[in-house]
């Protein structure tokens, strides 16, 4: 069974109506032999909220050091981002054996009349995958209400409802208090009930629940046995907010705004103390590192520019309330709803616009967005107009919108997801040098194999491998096949979801499929034209010629940095150079050897290294810093920590080095506040933990997939693509033949926008190629050639000389006359 065919399976189950009680997912799991026993879990009830608090527990869990999972709904993208593992999506080929293991079951039970839903089934996966990974804890948003939801097979650790709202009135209840109480059976046996509810409807939890502890604004319930307080915006993306439990309190930022979210933050502190040994300062990390896509999402600041899945009137409220706190003209409104969705509440709730634009999200239950332009006519928007689709209803937007002005994306996730692919959806460049090339980026698109056969000999051309909605591919195939080029998709695009998509032709096919795109329209055109474009020019080769404003060295070739550990137990040169004027010489040995940049590290990664506390490391790395702050070469701070980071920058430092990818939330603004470069490596530990077991469908495509988000987090802060470096990460959480593979596609990484650096240094993957540590500046050397020759920006390396030889030999095979040193 291909990916494609087990997401189109799950997605069929959509026919089946939702039906309460957990007897369906019960036997599910028994037909699976129960893989979730010995898992503790945690439900995540309530109206409003539950997804940000599930993600704000589960981020803080995992700082501390606990394998966390966590299911949520609806996803934005891909089937696969409800299920995740220590913040990784489920894999597609975890996803196909779970759907192996159950299709014969679920036929069997539909047959009977007795099928799961999408919704069971999908549980029934999560709680499989959990199980399998052997996670400590895993957080289960539920579906709808508690005592009778699927995710209620489950006997939970801890619970919470974090809201009660009227919500599928015919289904729980009829009043707030019937739904409190029918929410309030998620209540663990052996712990209380955490909530954010008040009034009538808290004493019906009590009811239910017995042992409750509430959580609630300061001021507005003094009974509260947790106190938050909301205390504003303190930059665009991040509010200040503080937790009073009495015994414990803490203050700390979070990346979600709204009043709302600190609630939804004490909650998750509070549940967080009740399942482990969790410190003050592990829940103030954790919270802020608590990112949650499309959900108050400041994506721009010139114009600003808000994404948020606001579907109903309370929550279009709080849309207006926390817009408010935003200075802005005019505002300009896409809007893209369900058509069983209160409209004429959600239009009176949100704020006045200047503009609105509406459109139709790619599902069968979208609302006519005629009927939608009628609602806000009616609601008294200065203008009103209509697009064919979200993205080019964003891209109006944008257009008409002034630098002060705000440009607000609401009415549902789904439009949301679909606004949202202008910032994440990249065409990634395929190397194709062969049939057998050609057949593998086929297939890993999930392209069924008839057509797999039918064009692997027109795929030996250029080809562009990128991810749209249904009908964008749809009419992107039938133009590209007008122009005499080739394109083929996966299989599944149910309803709404996502395909992969592999575009084959000549360079010149292409430039027409651009210009079509752009004169003549169509669904999204104008994105996937820009994508197009974006893409292709980063195949190009890079502009050699000399500038005198370039700021970066790479900007105009291959640029190499020379790794200077001032560490004593670095794992190649440990102890080699701590002393400050042993560190200080090789530093300007290794600019007279050609080195462009000097990477200047104070604790080692390596496996099994013990943390540096920060003050230490900044002793080892500041002074160093300063003395060599004023060499021909740029100096860049290998650090992990933002305390540190800005100390180097203060000392004279010009870029940082996180091989974390902004771990430590504070990271990225740090290096905005600076205007500093910024490499963001891809790593499941650093340190590395040895024989750590990672599942990568194609470790190159799910690396570009998570690196995407890390570089959405440093322009959020302030930093543009340019100066953010994307490092692949060899060796960290990969093994040796994956290293070699993304040292092999690092073009690919191209993708992104962002100059790419590789560190391959003596590193153990070499091992792979019968070379021993100690015997592996060779292989270094060649591997350095082969990532110039893939067009990688930055080589970070130990040794100097040997290393800028191969750059330049790999850049004159490429161009001799350009070439000139």
């Not at 015994?247 to 990346?255: A, F, H, K, V, Y």
């Not at 721009?300 to 579907?311: F, K, R, S, Y």
């Amino acid at each position: 069974m291909e990916y494609h065919e087990a997401a189109d399976f799950c997605f069929g189950l959509r026919r089946f109506r939702p039906k309460p009680g957990t007897e369906s997912t019960a036997r599910l799991l028994a037909h699976l032999e129960n893989p979730h026993e010995g898992v503790d879990f945690v439900q995540i009830a309530g109206s409003n909220g539950k997804g940000s608090t599930a993600r704000m527990l589960e981020r803080t869990l995992r700082e501390a050091g606990l394998s966390v999972g966590l299911y949520t709904s609806p996803h934005l993208e891909d089937l696969r981002e409800r299920i995740r593992v220590d913040g990784r999506k489920i894999p597609r080929s975890a996803v196909t054996e779970y759907v192996e293991a159950v299709r014969g079951y679920v036929t069997e039970r539909a047959a009977d009349g007795e099928s799961p839903t999408f919704f069971e089934t999908m549980t029934g996966m999560a709680l499989w995958h959990f199980g399998r990974e052997e996670v400590d804890v895993a957080v289960l948003e539920v579906g709808i209400g508690g005592r009778l939801d699927a995710t209620s097979v489950v006997d939970p650790v801890a619970s919470t409802v974090t809201s009660v709202t009227l919500e599928h009135t015919g289904i729980i209840g009829e009043t707030e208090t019937e739904i409190a109480e029918d929410k309030a059976h998620v209540a663990p046996e052996d712990a209380p009930l955490v909530t954010g509810v008040m009034g009538e409807p808290l004493e019906s939890i009590r009811s239910v629940a017995g042992d409750v502890v509430t959580v609630g604004h300061e001021g507005a319930d003094p009974t509260s046995d947790v106190t938050v307080s909301y205390d504003g915006r303190q930059n665009h993306t991040e509010a200040a907010i503080s937790i009073d439990a009495g015994e414990w309190g803490l203050e700390t930022r979070i990346p979600l705004l709204g009043t709302h979210q600190a609630e939804n933050a004490g909650i998750a502190a509070v549940l967080a103390r009740q399942i482990a040994d969790v410190s003050e300062v592990d829940i103030a990390r954790g919270l802020r590192s608590a990112h949650w896509p499309g959900r108050f999402e400041v994506m721009e600041t010139d114009p600003l520019v808000v994404l948020d899945g606001a579907h109903n009137p309370g929550a279009c409220e709080t849309v207006a309330e926390t817009l408010a706190s935003y200075d802005y003209d005019d505002l300009h409104l896409v809007v893209g709803a369900m058509h069983d969705k209160d409209h004429r509440e959600m239009a009176t709730a949100l704020p006045t616009p200047t503009t609105v634009v509406t459109a139709e999200p790619s599902l069968d239950r979208a609302e006519d967005r005629d009927v939608l332009a009628r609602v806000f006519d009616e609601a008294g928007a200065d203008e009103v107009r209509t697009a064919p689709s979200v993205q080019d209803a964003l891209t109006v937007a944008i257009e008409r919108a002034e630098d002060d002005d705000c440009v607000l994306v609401a009415g549902s996730l789904f439009a949301v997801a679909e606004a949202r692919s202008r910032w994440t959806t990249a065409g990634v460049p395929k190397r194709i040098r062969n049939l057998e090339d050609a057949r593998e980026t086929l297939e890993k698109a999930n392209v069924p194999e008839p057509a797999v056969d039918r064009t692997q000999e027109s795929a030996v051309h250029r080809v562009l491998k990128t991810n749209l909605q249904y009908q964008q591919a749809h009419e992107l195939k039938d133009e590209l096949l007008r122009l005499g080029g080739d394109c083929v998709l996966s299989g599944h695009g149910t309803d709404g979801e996502r395909v992969d998509a592999v575009l084959m032709g000549t360079l010149e096919t292409f430039e027409d499929l651009i210009d079509a795109l752009e004169t003549d329209g169509g669904v999204g055109s104008t994105d996937v034209a820009r994508e197009l474009r974006t893409a292709l020019e980063l195949e190009s080769s890079r502009d050699s010629s000399e500038t005198d404003d370039a700021r970066w060295p790479w900007e105009d070739r291959t640029a190499v940095m020379g790794i200077l550990n001032v560490t004593p137990d670095s794992f190649h040169d440990g102890g080699e150079y701590d002393a400050v004027d042993d560190a200080v010489s090789r530093a300007e040995a290794m600019v007279e050897a050609g080195v462009d940049v000097l990477d200047v590290g104070g604790e080692s990664t390596r496996p099994g290294a013990d943390p540096v506390p920060i003050e230490e490391e900044i002793d080892r790395v500041v002074p160093v810093v300063e003395r060599i702050s004023d060499v021909d070469a740029h100096v860049s701070v290998d650090t992990r920590k933002a305390a540190v980071a800005d100390a180097a920058l203060e000392a004279g430092a010009d870029i940082v080095n996180d091989v974390s990818g902004l771990e430590d939330p504070e990271m990225r603004f740090v290096a905005a506040d600076h205007d500093a470069g910024l490499v963001v490596m891809h790593s499941i530990d650093a340190p590395v933990v040895p024989d750590r077991d990672v599942t990568y469908d194609d470790v190159v495509e799910d690396v570009i997939d998570q690196l995407s988000e890390r570089i959405l987090l440093a322009e959020k802060a302030g930093l543009d693509r340019d100066q953010i470096i994307v490092d692949p990460g060899l060796g960290f959480g990969k093994s040796s033949g994956e290293s070699f593979e993304l040292l092999g596609r690092a073009d690919e990484f191209r993708a992104l926008g962002c100059p790419v650096l590789i560190g391959h240094s003596h590193k153990s993957m070499f091992g792979h190629v019968d070379r021993e540590a100690g015997e592996r500046l060779a292989a270094t050397v060649a591997a350095t050639a082969i990532a110039t020759d893939r067009g990688a920006d930055v080589i970070r390396v130990h040794d100097g000389s040997e290393n800028v030889a191969a750059v330049r030999t790999a850049l004159a095979a490429q161009d001799p006359a350009q070439f000139e040193w």
